[in-house]
């Protein structure tokens, strides 16, 4: 049984990091890793130990959901799948206590593994692209093993959580020498730099001073770790490629001289043409408008797949109520926790990056953040 589980994490994780199923069906349904969690949770379900209070807050969310789709009577398959596919998510924090009570470190060492498997492989296939990418030809798409994967701002703000956890791992369980977590951490501060994700790039930041910039005046590794990372952020950005600055400061200007789209006028457009929609419509307000395509909704007249923000996404979806189950979910889990330092940095790297992406609804960063609750944060199921 401990080799089966092995396997199965390790694909698992190769599954989120990757996003796999969504270029093999065409469809909202997700990725392999929601059936192999479900494997997973089925062999080993005597380790689930789950509260009544834990699988209320769950069945909540699906209620709410379900309520949606049929007030709003958007009950097709294609809804459906959708509203799987979001929900899906929480099985997962169900995967991350299943590992914990488990109580067996090589369960852990294997998520981190996965994780460095996935990175060292996606660097070397991609190498020759990397190296010539600017600020005017961000790579969208690139390849790991024969899987085509989306590199869109999301893919970059989900590693560079992922770095988070699996830092908060090795400090917790020591899976690897300090020396080998800096050199994964600059091999992936690296990739967020040249991703010209600014989601990203806030992230990375609140890690570094987190885990690093506390210990600089005691710790020579750590004052290495930050001269190294400011030299090569220095160089890329005053020597190779001065867009990055832009990409930067066109945030705040509207003024057309930029060489990049300016993403961040349509998104406020958005903002407010979907709040003034739900505040125009009680019942929208409190159940959404269902589990339809975004696309495909009236208050999307800019053509766009998203909110691009998670919290707003899930509102349109299932409203009010649904968005404060999630919110509920999360706020019992901060209750139940031990290391409430832990959750607290997690959650606030989890919020930031739903305020300018859909981060929720974009399953991988979603499906590392429940796993990340289960596995560190020390859920107490005793009720």
């Known amino acids: 049984m401990k080799q089966i589980n092995v396997i199965l994490i390790f694909i698992i994780i190769q599954s989120i990091l990757t996003e796999d199923l969504t270029s093999l069906f065409k469809m909202q349904l ?39 789709m049929i007030i709003n009577q958007t009950v097709s398959n294609s809804d459906f799948l959708r509203m799987f596919k979001v929900n899906s998510v929480l099985i997962f924090i169900l995967f991350g206590i299943c590992i914990k009570n488990l109580n067996d470190v090589i369960y852990i060492r294997t998520i981190f593994y996965s994780f460095i ?20 030809s961000r790579l969208f798409y690139m390849r790991y093993l024969n ?139 409190f159940i959404g408008f269902g589990f339809v395509e975004f696309s495909k909704l009236p208050i999307n007249n800019l053509g766009l797949e998203s909110t691009h923000n998670g919290f707003l996404n899930i509102t349109v979806k299932g409203g009010l109520l649904y968005l404060s189950s999630f919110i509920t979910l999360i706020f019992y889990t901060f209750i139940k926790c031990k290391n409430k330092r832990t959750f607290s940095l997690i959650t606030l790297l989890f919020i930031i990056s739903n305020l300018t992406g859909d981060g929720i609804t974009y399953i991988p960063l979603t499906q590392m953040y429940f796993t990340t609750l289960g596995i560190c944060l020390e859920v107490q199921n005793n009720e």
Do not use: H
């Open 147 to 285: 899987i085509e994967i989306n590199t869109g701002n999301l893919f970059f703000t989900m590693l560079i959580f992922a770095l988070a956890l699996f830092i908060i791992l090795n400090n917790k369980y020591f899976l690897v020498s300090k020396r080998i977590e800096i050199i994964l951490v600059i091999l992936i501060f690296i990739l967020i730099i040249t991703s010209l994700v600014r989601t990203a790039y806030i992230i990375a930041f609140i890690i570094y001073f987190y885990f690093y910039g506390i210990k600089l005046l005691n710790r020579k590794y750590v004052v290495w770790l930050g001269l190294s990372s400011i030299i090569l952020l220095l160089f890329i950005i005053f020597i190779v490629e001065t867009g990055y600055i832009d990409r930067i400061l066109y945030t705040f200007s509207n003024n057309g001289e930029s060489k990049l789209d300016n993403s961040t006028l349509y998104r406020v457009y958005l903002f407010n043409n979907t709040l003034e929609a739900l505040q125009n419509n009680i019942i929208n307000m």
């Open 30 to 68: 997700g990725n392999l890793a929601i059936p192999l969690v479900l494997i997973f949770l089925f062999l080993n379900c005597k380790n689930i130990k789950m509260s009544k209070s834990l699988l209320f807050f769950l069945l909540t969310i699906v209620f709410i959901s379900l309520i949606s």
């Open 117 to 136: 498997t996935f990175l060292l492989i996606f660097i070397i296939q991609n190498f020759s692209e990397l190296i010539k990418l600017n600020s005017q």
